[in-house]
């Protein structure tokens, strides 16, 4: 019998995800919805600053294909990748994302063929192709960085997504600044948007104190 549709999407989320999820929402609204005002300064604030610096690695982040192809969202991030690359920001570039929504090739393969077609020598180009969200994409991201013994990084998002991929990363133990690319959406968008990473924000930070107090070491491992 298929599983329910909560079933898989708790799946896709990650051990302890509900629990951390209510503790999270629980705090937002007790709270009078403060912890997330706090954040959403966290996140505009990173929106506007420009962290490029030299660096080991540059880390685009994947964003779901359509048809295949990579979206508007996406192409702003690997262009704005491309430009890092080209001025000397860092001799590598890591594209992360894999199989995602209904698409037959991952993320970083779309991103690597985008960027091949810009010019970008294959040599430069990393791939990651395990992740399916944010936090797997930075996981995996730190994996591949160890194993070619990388650690200073520029991580590439659009601007409204920094603070969490940046909040993501350094949890992850990685150095990392980040350098935000155009998002081509709406003011509307942008602002739901930005309410929506806030509370991303918040949640990661409830998951991390909430593993630490029930001392589990398999969520700890999964989120730092």
Do not use: K
């Amino acid at each position: 019998m298929p599983r329910h549709v909560s079933d898989r999407w708790l799946d896709f989320l990650g051990p302890g995800a509900l629990a951390s999820f209510a503790l999270a929402s629980s705090a937002a609204v007790l709270g009078l919805g403060v912890p997330i005002v706090w954040r959403l300064r966290e996140v505009l604030r990173t929106a506007r600053q420009d962290g490029r610096r030299p660096a080991d690695a540059i880390v685009c982040l994947g964003r779901h294909l359509v048809r295949d192809q990579p979206t508007a969202v996406y192409r702003a991030r690997l262009d704005h990748a491309a430009d890092l690359l080209a001025e000397g920001i860092a001799p590598r570039v890591v594209l992360t994302g894999g199989l995602t929504a209904d698409s037959t090739r991952t993320e970083a393969a779309a991103g690597r063929e985008y960027l091949l077609a810009r010019g970008a020598p294959a040599a430069a180009i990393l791939c990651e192709d395990a992740s399916r969200h944010t936090l797997e994409n930075l996981f995996h991201a730190r994996e591949a960085l160890r194993a070619e013994g990388l650690g200073r990084v520029v991580v590439v998002s659009d601007g409204l997504h920094l603070a969490r991929a940046l909040t993501y990363a350094r949890g992850f133990g990685l150095d990392a600044t980040g350098s935000p690319a155009p998002y081509p959406g709406s003011r509307l968008a942008r602002a739901g948007r930005a309410l929506r990473e806030a509370f991303f924000v918040h949640w990661y930070h409830v998951g991390v104190l909430y593993s630490r107090a029930i001392r589990s070491r398999r969520l700890l491992e999964r989120v730092t």
